[in-house]
T-cell receptor, first 113, second 108 residues
Framework: DAGVTQSPTHLIKTRGQHVTLRCSPI?????VSWYQQVLGQGPQFIFQYYEKEERGRGNFPDRFSARQFPNYSSELNVNALLLGDSALYLCASSLAVEVGEAFFGQGTRLTVV | KNEVEQSPQNLTAQEGEFITINCSYSVGISALHWLQQHPGGGIVSLFM???GKKKHGRLIATINIQEKHSSLHITASHPRDSAVYICALRGYGNKLVFGAGTILRVKS
């Protein structure tokens, strides 16, 4: 049974470009959360989606957006990339909004140059 | 003040040693997670606790809700335990709030 899968695994973009990161949750999981982990720090919450609706948003600018599809996969979009957006972007899936255990993907390492 | 503080930030141990990593927090929580992150980024969930103690193999996690404190213990540590260990809080919303992590290196 596949775990949480994220694509791509690595990505290099130039300042000002936009990027789309993708996440497929574990089969049967309806909630997807996105986290940003800057080098040397713990992950920071960006978004949570459940049943295709945004259920939580962290303290990130409007350049960050996301959506969830009917098959519960999710995309994270970042516009007008800045050097400071360079980070590991993690996706976590869980069964429902409140249910506890979260399963993480391997992450997408984004480098903005 | 951060909602979650981990200590130590860095830990080097000899193979076989008993290791303790601590997590203190300042907010109400519904659960606390201990996570393991290897180089390259992948995160594995080790434990989710809301009370008491859990054990899995050589790993033991405890939580004291009144004192807002949790510990992760590794018995008979091994070089393959080398990783970053992260404490994460689940509040009464849904997001996880992560600690900065403890970098553990176990030398043979």
């Amino acid at each position: 049974d596949a775990g949480v899968t994220q694509s791509p695994t690595h990505l290099i973009k130039t300042r000002g470009q936009h990027v789309t990161l993708r996440c497929s949750p574990i089969s049967g999981h309806k909630s997807v959360s996105w986290y940003q982990q800057v080098l040397g720090q713990g992950p920071q919450f960006i978004f949570q989606y459940y049943e295709k609706e945004e259920r939580g948003r962290g303290n990130f600018p409007d350049r960050f957006s996301a959506r969830q599809f009917p098959n519960y996969s999710s995309e994270l979009n970042v516009n007008a990339l800045l050097l400071g957006d360079s980070a590991l972007y993690l996706c976590a899936s869980s069964l429902a909004v409140e249910v506890g255990e979260a399963f993480f993907g391997q992450g997408t390492r984004l480098t903005v140059v | 003040k951060n909602e979650v503080e981990q200590s130590p930030q860095n830990l080097t141990a000899q193979e076989g040693e008993f290791i303790t990593i601590n997590c203190s927090y300042s907010v109400g929580i519904s659960a606390l997670h201990w996570l393991q992150q290897h180089p390259g980024g992948g995160i594995v969930s080790l434990f989710m606790l809301s009370s008491g103690k859990k054990k899995h193999g050589r790993l033991i996690a405890t939580i004291n809700i009144q004192e807002k404190h949790s510990s992760l213990h590794i018995t008979a540590s091994h070089p393959r335990d080398s990783a970053v260990y992260i404490c994460a809080l689940r509040g009464y919303g849904n997001k996880l709030v992560f600690g900065a992590g403890t970098i553990l290196r176990v030398k043979s």
